[in-house]
C-alpha cells in the first residue's frame, strides 16, 4: 500500500505521525511510504534521516495526497487538507468529530473511511492510541496550570507546591484516566493537595495510593463547587469515548472560584468539560472568565513534538501495518476506530450528532 504522511498544519502543531524507524519497518514490509517535505523537521527529523530508510519526499501536499491510498497524520484535517481528500482515502488520525460537526460533515461529503485514533478500542475498552497523548497532556496541564498561577502570567502569585511556612496550594482534578491521573500524580509529586473526582472505585484506589496529599472523591455536583471555590488549579480531564464531553463545570461553579485560579481543559478536543471552555491554540493560549484564566489549547502535546512523535507512533505502528497489510476488518478494535465511511456516521457516539 501507498502510505501518505502528511506535514500537520494546525497552529504551532510539530508533531509526525511516523518516525523513520517506524518507516523503515513498513518500507521492509513491501509498503511504500511518502512523506510531505519537511513534515518531520519539528519533531528532530530530516528529510534525509526518511530517504535513508527508503521513504519517498513529496515536494508538497498535494503531491502527498495524491500518492497516499492511506493518510497517517497526528490531528484532525483542516482547511488546507481537506481540499486534497478523496473518497478513496482510508484516513487513520485523531479526529474528534464529536465536537466538530463542520469537519464531520465535511468528511462525510468527501465519503472516505476515516478511522479516530481516539476510538480504536480494545476488548477491555481500553483506548490504546488515545493514552500515550493523554498521559503528555495531563502532564503538561499541570506544568503549565502551575506556570499560569505565576504573578507575571496574571495568576495569584502562588507556588504550587508550598515551602515550609506557607500553605501548599490546591490542585482540583476532574476523572482520573491517563489524563487526569497524570495531572494528579505531577501536582501530588510537587507537593500540592490534591482532590480528584472519579467514578470508579478502581481509579480512586490508585489516586489515593499517590500520597497522603491525594483525596479522592465522587463528582456530586455540591461537592466538585465546594472544592472549586478554594482551588488554584483545577484541570478537566473527563472523557466518554468519540462523544462530547459532559460540562461537569457550570458557568457558576467558575464565578464562585477565586480570582487569579486557573483552569486548564485536557477535554477540550471533545467540546470540553467546563461550560465557559473554549478552544484556543498555542499562538493565543489563554483567556479570562470571571477573574479565572482558562487555558484550552487543542493540541496540547504538540508542544513537545519529539517526545509526543515518538509515544504516539510507538502506539500507532502495529495499526498501520494491520491497515496496510489488508484485511483489517477482521481486527475489532480498528472496526470500532471507524467514524465515518461511505458518506455516513457509523461510531455509535456519532450517531445524534445533528450534520
Given at each position: 500500500?501507498?502510505?501518505?504522511?502528511?506535514?500537520?498544519?494546525?497552529?504551532?502543531?510539530?508533531?509526525?505521525?511516523?518516525v523513520?524507524a517506524?518507516?523503515?519497518?513498513?518500507?521492509n514490509?513491501?509498503h511504500?511510504?511518502?512523506?510531505?517535505?519537511?513534515?518531520?523537521?519539528?519533531?528532530g527529523?530530516?528529510?534525509?534521516?526518511?530517504?535513508?530508510?527508503?521513504?519517498n519526499?513529496a515536494?508538497?501536499?498535494?503531491?502527498?495526497y495524491?500518492?497516499?491510498?492511506?493518510i497517517?497524520?497526528?490531528?484532525?484535517?483542516?482547511?488546507?487538507?481537506?481540499?486534497?481528500?478523496r473518497?478513496?482515502?482510508?484516513?487513520?488520525?485523531?479526529?474528534?468529530?464529536?465536537?466538530?460537526?463542520?469537519?464531520?460533515?465535511?468528511?462525510?461529503?468527501i465519503?472516505?473511511?476515516?478511522?479516530a485514533?481516539?476510538?480504536?478500542?480494545?476488548?477491555?475498552?481500553?483506548?490504546?492510541?488515545?493514552?500515550?497523548?493523554?498521559?503528555?497532556?495531563g502532564?503538561?496541564?499541570?506544568?503549565?496550570?502551575?506556570?499560569?498561577?505565576?504573578?507575571?502570567?496574571?495568576?495569584k502569585?502562588?507556588?504550587?507546591?508550598?515551602?515550609?511556612?506557607?500553605?501548599?496550594g490546591?490542585?482540583?482534578?476532574?476523572?482520573?484516566?491517563?489524563?487526569?491521573?497524570?495531572?494528579?500524580q505531577?501536582?501530588a509529586?510537587g507537593g500540592?493537595?490534591?482532590?480528584?473526582?472519579?467514578?470508579?472505585?478502581?481509579?480512586?484506589?490508585?489516586?489515593?495510593?499517590?500520597?497522603?496529599?491525594?483525596?479522592a472523591?465522587?463528582?456530586?455536583?455540591?461537592?466538585?463547587?465546594?472544592?472549586?471555590?478554594?482551588?488554584?488549579?483545577?484541570?478537566?480531564?473527563?472523557?466518554?469515548?468519540?462523544a462530547?464531553?459532559p460540562?461537569?463545570?457550570?458557568?457558576?461553579?467558575v464565578?464562585?472560584m477565586?480570582?487569579?485560579?486557573?483552569?486548564?481543559?485536557?477535554?477540550?478536543?471533545?467540546?470540553?468539560?467546563?461550560?465557559?471552555?473554549?478552544?484556543?491554540?498555542?499562538?493565543?493560549?489563554?483567556?479570562?472568565?470571571?477573574?479565572?484564566?482558562h487555558?484550552?489549547?487543542?493540541?496540547?502535546?504538540?508542544?513537545?513534538?519529539?517526545?509526543?512523535?515518538q509515544?504516539i507512533?510507538?502506539?500507532?505502528?502495529?495499526?498501520v501495518?494491520?491497515?496496510?497489510?489488508?484485511?483489517?476488518?477482521?481486527n475489532?478494535?480498528l472496526?470500532?476506530?471507524?467514524?465515518?465511511?461511505?458518506?455516513?456516521?457509523?461510531?455509535?457516539?456519532?450517531?445524534?450528532?445533528?450534520?
Amino acid at each position: 500500500m501507498r502510505i501518505g504522511i502528511p506535514r500537520e498544519t494546525k497552529t504551532l502543531e510539530g508533531r509526525v505521525a511516523l518516525v523513520p524507524a517506524a518507516c523503515a519497518d513498513l518500507v521492509n514490509r513491501g509498503h511504500e511510504v511518502w512523506i510531505e517535505k519537511d513534515a518531520g523537521v519539528k519533531s528532530g527529523f530530516s528529510d534525509a534521516e526518511y530517504t535513508a530508510v527508503g521513504v519517498n519526499i513529496a515536494p508538497d501536499a498535494a503531491a502527498l495526497y495524491e500518492k497516499g491510498e492511506m493518510i497517517v497524520k497526528v490531528k484532525e484535517p483542516i482547511a488546507g487538507d481537506l481540499q486534497h481528500l478523496r473518497k478513496d482515502h482510508l484516513l487513520f488520525c485523531y479526529l474528534h468529530l464529536a465536537a466538530e460537526p463542520e469537519l464531520t460533515r465535511k468528511l462525510l461529503d468527501i465519503g472516505l473511511t476515516g478511522i479516530a485514533f481516539e476510538t480504536v478500542e480494545l476488548d477491555n475498552g481500553d483506548l490504546p492510541l488515545l493514552a500515550p497523548m493523554s498521559i503528555i497532556a495531563g502532564r503538561i496541564a499541570t506544568q503549565i496550570g502551575t506556570h499560569l498561577l505565576h504573578m507575571p502570567a496574571g495568576g495569584k502569585g502562588l507556588l504550587l507546591g508550598g515551602l515550609p511556612s506557607t500553605e501548599r496550594g490546591r490542585v482540583v482534578v476532574l476523572g482520573a484516566g491517563a489524563a487526569g491521573g497524570n495531572s494528579a500524580q505531577l501536582a501530588a509529586a510537587g507537593g500540592a493537595n490534591v482532590v480528584v473526582f472519579e467514578k470508579r472505585q478502581d481509579r480512586m484506589a490508585q489516586m489515593m495510593a499517590l500520597g497522603a496529599n491525594v483525596t479522592a472523591l465522587y463528582p456530586y455536583a455540591e461537592t466538585v463547587a465546594r472544592e472549586l471555590a478554594r482551588a488554584d488549579l483545577v484541570i478537566g480531564a473527563v472523557l466518554v469515548t468519540g462523544a462530547r464531553a459532559p460540562h461537569v463545570v457550570s458557568r457558576e461553579m467558575v464565578s464562585g472560584m477565586q480570582p487569579g485560579s486557573v483552569m486548564v481543559d485536557i477535554s477540550v478536543d471533545q467540546g470540553g468539560c467546563f461550560e465557559t471552555t473554549r478552544p484556543t491554540t498555542y499562538a493565543d493560549p489563554t483567556y479570562v472568565v470571571d477573574d479565572v484564566t482558562h487555558f484550552a489549547v487543542t493540541n496540547m502535546p504538540g508542544a513537545v513534538p519529539r517526545t509526543s512523535s515518538q509515544a504516539i507512533c510507538a502506539a500507532i505502528l502495529p495499526f498501520v501495518s494491520k491497515l496496510a497489510d489488508g484485511g483489517w476488518r477482521d481486527n475489532q478494535p480498528l472496526v470500532r476506530g471507524i467514524n465515518v465511511e461511505d458518506c455516513r456516521l457509523v461510531h455509535p457516539a456519532l450517531q445524534d450528532m445533528n450534520v
